[in-house]
């Protein structure tokens, strides 16, 4: 037996206890490839790197590779919710690249591995059992990067192989596949130079079975028959990469651990709590008249009552997660068996809207939308073309986009819930939210001569803040005079399930999700775009999967709820504010010739520093002669205009004659020659020694000249690169006699 399978027996102590790990020849190396409909072929390999991890892949799309390693510890961490930390990471070194920072070397996570990371997470998270509380972390490092072929795809594929291989709890495998558009062709693993022709960028992550576990994406407001069409041959793409991860779990992968679960109530102190409080649960969930902050307060103070009857039967961590999860199950029920939500309304109906544009005077765009209590407010703020939003190295590499002109920056702060927190910087939820409210405006906002940002910060928060920030944010763009192409608006569908051996028996779906159904509910669908289509979509499941039939459903419900809510947005306005605001920026041109440049820009650009200093406007070079003038107001740029006049017209300068005789006088000597002044409203020109004399000279003094002495020059007009003039004064004068030479006759 040992000779056909050998042990490694590694010893690690940890705190005084001796830690043992087995390699088998199971961790010898295998690959294994995955050939698409489309011929792209993704490789998946495990057994070489990163053997001490409970679980390691590495996938390859093209020349694209990343390693996705799974450690999670043998211990219950005690916490109520699964403990998993995703942590994907971009290596300038994959791509051949060394980071621009001080230290040139990764620093913190920057937004697209921040949100890589949360598509992963959501792509994984469902399949972990409920009652699994130990600390697992998924690390995602790239290995290479091709600039071909986008990483996230690779990434969740390789997670997901990872997890199958390692001997922790999950219920996969899992395939992702990304889509694209192009010309109503539907595109499987699109390049990145095909991402920027498509009209559609969705990833679908799925399980065996045809079940959706992840969806998201952004479209060009595309058609909902053709979203649909997209995502059926997302799932029916991603069986290849389920089947293959299958087979290489059955011939490589480790046995599934055995974990400590939770403590469980007795059962007769389990019985009595159920039998004190569902009776009170019930009339709480059916009290109409509750909002958010009543109905948790009612419903903490029956769970700590409950508990603290119970207390001497039972631990109370175990009691309250045992009234928790009847509370979720009787929530689940009241809606099975009446088809009315805890507020009253029907499971189609939406909640009460209410809009207001230009809130504050000072602000280009400004906005507030209210849907039930979830309250965001918008603001539009115009600033020059150079305030765009920069894109890392890689992030340029990666997603084919430098920089953007538009962008959205969501906030969410504690007191949106009634909390106390820190102020510090955009954590990862924010970030998501922020990136899928934007996906959903940027296909309406059109080009525009200035950079724009949409700020969408969250006042109250009871569910679906990302698609009140799409709604605000259309409002707030109309507002600020933005004619987009079309008012869009954002809702969240969310679903309740029953399930019979593993098999969905029932279920209902849920218009205008509230934020106590996001908890107590199966999935978080978001869907925004216009009455015509879809901009972005993102769906959370917390199931092993969902069929089809009912992701074409929810969809079906979210466009026809976002139509409705559009109608409700036309009331307040429908079309581009059509009065400018005396504090709207201007823009125009500037043609300055190459020869002037040198009076319009000051000595190391300080007239233009100044000029921003003091008016806020920025002039920026387009090319040679044009330059771009931003203004913050039409004020300000009448300001600028008469600086910039009274630089350039201080005097008018002559219109010289090509092969012309002129007096210069001399300003200046230097190493390599003279700067002349031909005319007080010219720059000084440069009078090479090569251009003074016949004879070579290394110095100009070596002729007598000194500053403020005249000297005649020709003028031979400009240089056409350069711009500057071209003079002599050698042709002026007679070349020296030769001196005749006498031949050696010898």
Partial sequence: ???????????????????????????????????????TTLKLSTGRYARFADGACVATLGDTSVLATVVAKAKHSGNSFLPLVVDYRQKAAAAGRIPTNFLRRELGPTEREVLTSRLVDRSVRPLFPQDFGCDTQVACNTLALDGVYPPETVAINAAGAALALSDVPWAGPIGAVRLGQIEGEIIVNPTRRELEQSSLNLVVTATASNLVVMLEGSANDILQQ?????????????????????????????????????????????????????????????DWSHDKTSRD??????????????????????????????????????????????????????????????????????????????????????????????????????????????????????????????????????????????????????????TVRLTAEVLESNGSSSMASVCGGSLAL??????????????????????????????????????????????????????????????DVKVDGLPLRVIMEAVQRACDAKSRVIDIMNKCIDKPRQDRKENMPVTEELVVEPHERARLLGVAGINLKRLYVETGVQVSAVDERRFTVFAPNAGALAEARARISEWLRSERAPELEFGAVYTARVVELREHGVMVALHSALPPALLHNSQLDHRKIQHPSALGLTVGSEIHVKYFGRDPVSGQMRLSHKVLSSPPPAVPRKLDRS
């Fill in 297 to 450: 307060v009612a419903l903490a103070e029956l769970r700590q009552a409950v508990v603290a009857q119970l207390r001497d039967d039972a631990d109370a961590g175990a009691l309250t997660d045992c009234f928790n999860a009847h509370l979720r199950q009787i929530f689940r029920d009241m809606i099975f068996e009446t088809d009315t939500r805890c507020d009253g309304r029907a499971l189609d109906q939406l909640r009460e809207i209410s809009c207001e544009v230009s809130l504050y005077e000072p602000l280009h765009g400004s906005a507030l939308f209210q849907r039930g209590q979830t309250q965001v407010l918008c603001t539009v703020a115009f600033d020059s073309p150079d305030s765009a939003l920069k894109m890392d190295t890689l992030t340029a590499l990666t997603s084919g986009t430098k920089e953007k002109s538009f962008f959205l920056h969501y906030e969410f702060p504690a007191y949106a819930t009634g909390e106390v927190g820190s102020r510090g910087g955009p954590a990862r939820r924010e970030a998501g939210h922020g990136a899928l409210a934007e996906r959903g405006l940027l296909p309406v906002v059109p080009d525009q001569p200035y």
């Fill in 226 to 286: 053709d979203l649909l069409k997209a995502i059926k041959l997302g799932v029916k793409e991603a069986q290849h990469v389920v089947r293959a991860v299958a087979t290489l779990q059955r011939t490589r992968g480790r046995r599934k651990r055995d974990y400590e679960r939770p403590p469980a109530p007795p059962a007769a102190a389990a019985d009595a709590l159920r039998s004190l409080c569902t009776m009170k649960i019930r009339e709480i969930l059916s």
């Fill in 478 to 539: 109309l507002d600020a005079g933005v004619a987009l192409s079309a008012p869009a608006a954002g809702v969240a569908v969310g679903l309740v399930s029953r399930y019979e051996d593993g098999v969905m028996q029932d279920y209902r779906i849920l218009t205008d999700l509230l934020g106590i159904e996001d908890y107590m509910g199966d999935m978080d669908f978001k869907v925004a775009g216009t009455k015509r289509g879809v901009t972005a979509l993102q769906a």
């Fill in 1 to 39: 037996m040992l000779s056909r399978k050998r042990f490694i027996l590694a010893k690690l102590k940890l705190g005084g206890q001796c830690y043992c790990r087995y390699f088998s020849s199971q961790t010898s190396p295998a690959e294994i490839e995955i050939p698409f409909s489309n011929g």
